[in-house]
């Protein structure tokens, strides 16, 4: 039997004088080498170390057992966490020897890159990177090499971002949800698609804000801007948009403290539109002045400031009715002649003493009311003279004051109105009316005549006996017996 025999050696380390393709057995380390063309050994074998576990040998080889039983022990004991540090003793750095190796990090992990030493720095050197640079208006680079870095089609940010520089958004639609926006711009510019100022027509696009709100039932829509159609600005709480115009809604209510009307020059015009129906309109009470001209309505307002209307604004015709009048109480406001007596209701009825009648106290334009029962206290009070009239209309007349021509021909005053008649002479014979006296039939002795005693025009009464006592003849008045 044949036997090869090859160099050996004792010692760890390969014996020097090896010829290319020879082969040699190192006994210290149990491994076997072989001689490249240069003359150098290299290591081809070593010894299989047979443990289950990986031993600290730097000349065994493990078996495959020893291999996976380290690995799973390692695998376990990191969790989902393959590697919690890398580190590389007495090393300069971790190089990978293919330019397709990756090191993988697990998602969720992060990456940190710390250094012992504020002056230390981390370079990424590989002839595979050839430069670093940015991708057009999003970032750029400087440097001698180029690393490419990009933006994807749809970025998201989740905390604050500032530009510096302007921002221009080119797209349709622009949703900002935040609950507080705030704009450093006094003045906003609306509608510039067709440039500034805007040079082609838009299609008659109202000009604006769009909002919605929950009136209490149902989601609604409003609007506030300027209505191109109508080239007023309005505001519509129910509106229907579509192609940025209103195309329906009706106005809304509005509230302002104060409104001035301005066109340029002077003040504008308040007008009111077509309204189908009565309308109220509320003004405050506060000091200004209301002036309408051309009205051919009516203007119903109990807020018009006091001591603003002056005769010039009141219509000659305006026929104001007496309700709508306060009490007149001012002196010398309604003239004699503005009384219209001739209009009034008759009173149909006598006069009696509660009625009222106007009296101007002393002449003085102060006027006040009286009854008629003072007229005739004042009327009578000014009677004077042989009669008198006391304030109930009783007349009195002085004593010793009439004479005959006070009293008519025609008076015929009943006997009943005349005192006995005792003055002398005071009846004529021819005033006694004998023929209209009730006739007796039979004188007796007991009847009375009367006599002029003496025939002086004292006359006395006398008995018919006494009258034929007589022996001589007498006369009385004229008249003989």
Do not use: H
């Not at 020897?97 to 993988?104: G, H, N, R, V, Y």
């Not at 109508?230 to 948009?241: D, E, H, L, N, R």
């Amino acid at each position: 039997m044949a036997v090869i025999k090859v160099r050996r050696t004792t010692t760890s380390t390969p014996p020097s004088g090896l010829t290319f393709g020879e082969l040699t057995y190192v006994q210290g380390i149990t491994s076997f080498y072989v001689t490249n063309s240069d003359g150098n050994p290299v290591r081809i074998g070593a010894e299989v170390d047979t443990n289950t576990s990986l031993g600290t040998s730097d000349n065994k080889l493990p078996t495959q057992g020893a291999v996976k039983s380290y690995v799973d022990a390692a695998v376990s004991a990191a969790g989902t966490n393959q590697f919690n540090q890398i580190g590389v003793a007495g090393q300069d750095g971790l190089t990978a020897d293919s330019a397709s190796d990756i090191l993988t990090f697990a998602a969720g992990s992060g990456i940190t890159l710390t250094t012992n030493s504020g002056t230390d720095t981390v370079t990424i050197g590989n002839t595979g990177v050839l430069s670093v640079s940015g991708t057009t208006n999003e970032i750029e680079v400087t440097g001698s090499g180029t690393l490419t870095v990009g933006l994807p089609d749809d970025v998201t940010i989740t905390n604050n971002l500032t530009v510096g520089g302007n921002l221009t958004i080119n797209g349709t639609t622009t949703t900002v949800n935040s609950d507080v926006t705030t704009v450093d711009d006094p003045m906003m510019l609306l509608g510039t698609s067709g440039g500034v100022p805007i040079a082609v027509t838009d299609g008659g696009k109202d000009r604006g804000i769009a909002f919605t709100y929950f009136d209490g039932s149902v989601g609604r829509t409003g609007f506030f801007g300027f209505d191109s159609s109508a080239s007023k600005f309005t505001y519509v709480p129910v509106a229907t948009i579509s192609g940025d115009i209103v195309t329906s809604g009706n106005a809304g209510d509005a509230q302002f403290k104060d409104v001035y009307l301005y066109n340029g020059t002077n003040t504008g015009q308040f007008t009111l539109g077509s309204l189908s129906g009565n309308r109220t309109y509320t003004l405050p009470d506060v000091t200004g002045t209301i002036i309408t001209t051309g009205d051919t309505g009516t203007v119903t307002s109990t807020m018009i400031a006091n001591d603003t209307i002056v005769n010039a604004d009141i219509n000659a015709s305006a026929g104001i009715v007496d309700t709508k009048l306060a009490t007149i109480s001012t002196a010398d406001k309604v003239s004699l002649s503005a009384l219209n007596i001739d209009g009034g209701t008759d009173i149909g009825a006598a006069i009696a003493d509660g009625d009222l009648l106007i009296v101007d106290d002393g002449g003085a334009g102060t006027n006040r009311k009286t009854n008629v029962s003072r007229v005739p206290t004042y009327v009578f009070g000014k009677i004077s003279g042989d009669i008198t009239i006391d304030s109930s209309g009783v007349a009195a007349i002085g004593s010793g004051v009439i004479v005959d021509a006070d009293i008519s021909g025609a008076a015929a005053i009943s006997d009943g109105k005349l005192a006995t008649i005792s003055t002398a002479n005071k009846v004529s014979l021819s005033a006694i009316d004998l023929d209209g006296a009730t006739e007796t039939t039979t004188i007796a002795g007991t009847d009375i005549l009367f006599v002029d005693d003496g025939a002086n025009g004292t006359n006395r009464k006398v008995t018919v006996n006494n009258l034929f006592s007589a022996t001589s003849t007498g006369v009385i008045d004229g008249g003989s017996y």
